[in-house]
């Protein structure tokens, strides 16, 4: 199913195109504080933003991969992205999102998220969601409760170039009808 475009009381979910690649980078790709608990390597360059919205534009019609970019309704901003990627591993979509920091704190991230977990039971039928932060990252911690995710077991989480390894925390999310 092609990724669609969702909407909330605040923000528009829409799908990142490469022409987002500038405030993509600029406001998270390429922020070491952003970065500092992400799985993706931080960006040295608009061209690495570029390349990876290349391959988000490709995905676009996937059935395994939904992402869109957050943008609030009363300003058009772009300000951050998340979504699901099914995880073979756990056999359910995982949720992964970021936020530029002048938006950190304001519920747009859990606004967001219950968002694309409401599309995925609704349009999908998933009823199970897996979701992992990084230990130090409480903040994400929050968001996932705020989501109704239950913490489940510590773990480790690798850096998509496996540059690093970080201790995380795993939860899972069960939606009953």
Known sequence: MKTPVLQTERLILRPLTTADAETVYSGWASDPEVNKYMVYVLHRSVSETIEWLKQVEADLNSSDSYLWGFVIRESGQLIGSGGLNFNKGHEMFEVGYNIMKAHWNKGYTSEAMRAAIDFAARELGAVRFYGRHSKDNVFSGKVMEK???????????????????????????????
Not at 152 to 170: H, L, N, Y
């Open 147 to 177: 989501l109704g995710f239950i913490y489940q077991k510590d773990g480790e989480t690798a850096k998509i170039d496996d540059s690093s390894i970080s201790p995380s925390r795993e939860y899972l999310l069960n939606i009953t009808n």
